[in-house]
């Protein structure tokens, strides 16, 4: 896992597995077909790495030869939140990692005048005790970002009940999240050079959402 100086909540998955991955991500020819099975692959991937840290604790089970007291993650309740459209393509490969957790959704566009994020839904499971992993492919301006951690934390889930997941990440946007929610920690595959004048991630991958979804 690799930190920058500049960003103390930002982790960089730097898994050799990972960074092959997106690299195929990145190529302008990759079909929505491969693109969108990257992304899952990449994303339960990243899932491994970010769950390394949920408490065990034991129960007593028979195996055919004897009892033994064995490890299963305690009682820690997790939510997976994809921001729509394109956090749809991580939750995916989460689900196929934690195929009991709940699933929110947060719907947030950016407006294409003023960049800022607009909602239109909101739907979550009760908040009790849960971590929350937030999905979103591209923290670009940050600014979907922060909602998405905003409407949480607007319903009483803590900093620390937040991991939130994107793929790549451009500078600005990292600054961004970290000004409005530094104990949030921030788990990304590449942090990018910038952004360009339409806010899109250089040299990034494109729009996220239309090569998942093969729209344009
Ligand atoms: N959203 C995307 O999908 N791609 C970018 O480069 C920036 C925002």
């Keep these: 896992m690799l930190h920058d100086p500049r960003f103390p909540n930002l982790f960089i998955l730097d898994h050799p597995l990972i960074q092959h991955k997106l690299t195929h991500m990145r190529m302008k ?6 693109f969108r099975q990257l992304l899952r692959e990449i994303t339960q991937l990243m899932g ?6 949920l408490p065990l604790t034991t129960q ?10 064995a490890p299963i993650i305690a009682g820690r309740k997790l939510a997976i939140v994809p921001v729509l459209r394109a956090g749809i393509g991580m939750s995916d490969g989460l689900l196929d990692l934690i195929p009991s957790a709940r699933v929110g959704h947060i719907g947030v566009y950016r407006d294409p005048e003023t960049l800022e994020p607009v909602e239109y839904l909101v739907r979550l499971p009760d908040l009790a005790e849960r971590t929350f992993i937030l999905c979103d492919p591209m923290v670009a301006t940050g600014n979907s970002a922060v909602y998405a951690v905003n409407v949480l934390k607007q319903r009483g889930v803590t900093d620390a009940q937040i991991i939130f997941l994107a793929l790549v990440a451009a500078p600005e946007g990292v600054k961004v999240f970290q000004d409005a929610h530094p104990h949030v920690k921030l788990y990304v595959a590449g942090l990018d050079n910038r952004l360009d004048e339409h806010a899109y991630i250089v040299p990034g991958l ?7 979804f093969g729209t344009k």
């Design 29 to 34: 020819d990759t079909s929505t077909r491969t």
């Design 48 to 53: 491994y790495e970010i769950t390394r840290d």
């Design 60 to 69: 007593r089970i028979e195996t055919p030869i004897q009892s033994m007291d």
């Design 206 to 212: 494109g729009d996220a959402g239309d090569r998942i």
